[in-house]
């Protein structure tokens, strides 16, 4: 099979919003590591608001954004603001403003769960304790054991809990649920929901998880190779990619003379397209083609975002 051609590339469906609406505001955002170009130009707005899901394949640029968005790094070019200020010039109380949360759940393990919290408290004036006793409560963590004792669930859960009663106005998880099982990964999205909920934190959510994005995001961000692909409520993309079963006499026809296809598997003699930005005429052009009968399907997110990740790896058939 070719390599599949895609004849329109995303629309940017989100409405502007003002630039003081914007928690992340980055412009020609470039961040060079060598040679390699982790981010290309980026130029993203992200409202205030609600939670918003950045994913990507592997290398896109996530985890390289953040460390700029957060002030660990400095971009090779372009600007980087949060919550409105220059990420180079961080001040501790813009980053008292600031969650993260990131996949290492690292706490000083030899301290016991009340300590590093009584730390924190002290640290964030801000602090909400009835917040941190509700999130922590999803966990059954108890306050006397010591870090190195909690399972990486229990971690999570602790880490989560106190990142929201700093009450930050902008939080961002990175691939906060790798490696939790599903009881610890559903605690922790009732967790960030409630606190979407009950406060007015806004949410940066990233991950690999598509489950988790379908059940949480209100935006969807989608990076490849260091620059912004698609940026729309999830049911919007959703919209994008449209699912074609057809039944062909002999051979399917080549790729390359379908428009849009992202992904093409055959299944029980029935060949089904996924394709990208196609209205009701593609239904005449498989006819056109050969096909001896088609109906359009309806297509998950998570089939939907996989295969416009994967489009330049199309699977042989
Ligand atoms: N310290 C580094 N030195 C050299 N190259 C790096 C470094 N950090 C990241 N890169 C490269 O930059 C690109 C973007 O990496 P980044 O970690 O930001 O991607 P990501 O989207 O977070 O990926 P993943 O989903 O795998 O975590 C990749 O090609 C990676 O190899």
Redesign the pocket.
Known sequence: MSAPSLQVIAPMTAPEPAPTDCVIETENLTLC??K?K?LNGLNLRIPRGRIHAIV??????????FRILLGFQSATSGSARILGRDCNQLTQMDRGRIGFVNEEHSLPSWLRVDEVVAMQRRLYPRWDETRYQHIVGHFHVLPEQRVKELSRGERAGVNLAMALAQQPELLILD?PTLGLDVVAKRAFLEAVLYAVDQTDCTIIYCS?QMEEIERLADNLII?ER?ELKHMSPPDEFCERVSLWVAEFNFVAPENDKLPGVLQVQRIDGLFHYLVLDQDDSFGPQLEALGARRHYRGVVSLDRAVNAFLARHHAAPL
């Open positions: 590591y060598g390699r982790a990507g394949a592997n290398g896109a640029g996530k985890s390289s954004l691939e690999h990076l260091g």
